[in-house]
């Protein structure tokens, strides 16, 4: 194998590892594309660019949530408005780095460009690359001052790998709303249509639980240790977003006239009257 194809496999490599990310069972995941953000839930495998923009919010069931989870959404908000504030230049910067290595791979793979080329693509990495790492040192330092083993671990990461300087806000972006509740990271991120069905699965979750033992809880009790009073505590967070829980849990409508029951938990339709969900173990109800 040439040395140049060596090269792009291992870039290659690199590019698909960072694509493929396995959501856990039960694991929230907010997927950005510029300024729209999906949710993910697993267990899933997804396919995502992670160039220039990658993971806002991760939620694994099975890891102990740090503390208590908080639902101010105005804390939230603020946060959020204050990290893309300070954030923007290191967001060009990175998107900078990934135009110069493009550049820099296209020019190698066309077998093309003068050595003044060469130089300048260089001068430009470099420059943007150590730019990055101290720009990076110095807002990990504004923005989660307490914080400083990761503020350590992830400016030695960005110094280390271009791969991973390229993705500098996204390395801050992970820590930003950790100690947030999902929910309340779905209110600041998602259309009122996605939000609203995000509450949904959640309160259901909570309300019905399986019949038969479950991976990873799908929604854990977050913020009390009875069902009733988490589902309390949320329902009058929620009618404080603006949005009724009635309305948010109306019973479902059957998809097709055939079938005459459904699952009150994950609402999968059956074509029986009586009967257990294949998927939790719950008794079914009829329509
Ligand atoms: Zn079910």
Not at 90 to 99: A, E, F, I, P, V
Not at 229 to 249: A, N, P
């Amino acid at each position: 194998m040439s040395d140049f194809k060596l090269l792009l496999l291992i870039c290659g490599g690199i590019y698909a590892s960072e694509c493929f990310v396995w959501i856990p069972s039960g694991g929230v995941l907010f997927l950005s594309w510029a300024k729209r953000f999906t949710l993910a839930r697993g267990p899933s495998i997804r396919f995502k660019n992670p160039w220039p923009s990658g993971f806002s919010y991760r939620f694994n069931p099975s890891i102990p949530f740090p503390g208590t989870p908080s639902l101010n959404s105005h804390e939230i908000k603020t946060r959020w408005q204050n990290f893309q504030a300070n954030t923007s230049v290191l967001l060009w910067l990175s998107r900078g780095l990934l135009m110069v290595c493009a550049g820099a791979i296209f020019l190698y793979t066309i077998r093309r460009g003068f050595y003044q080329a060469w130089a300048v693509l260089f001068g430009a990495f470099l420059s943007l690359h150590i730019s990055i790492g101290i720009l990076f040192w110095n807002k990990f330092g504004k923005l989660f001052p307490a914080d400083k083993p990761r503020k350590i671990k992830k400016t030695i990461l960005c110094a280390l790998s271009p791969f991973q300087s390229m993705r500098s806000v996204d390395l801050l972006e992970e820590i930003l709303l950790e100690p947030f509740h999902p929910l309340a990271v779905g209110n600041l991120l998602l259309s009122e249509e996605d939000f609203s069905g995000f509450c949904r699965r959640w309160l259901l979750e909570i309300r019905y639980p399986a019949g038969v033992p479950q991976p990873a809880e799908t929604s854990p009790l977050l913020l009390s240790s009875s069902r009733g009073e988490e589902e309390r505590i949320l329902d009058h967070w929620i009618s404080k977003q603006g949005l009724k829980t009635s309305k948010i849990l109306a019973p479902p409508q059957p998809s097709h006239p055939s079938n005459l029951s459904f699952c009150r938990r994950c609402e999968t339709e059956y074509q029986i009257e009586k009967g257990r969900c294949h998927d939790c173990g719950r008794d079914l109800v009829t329509f």
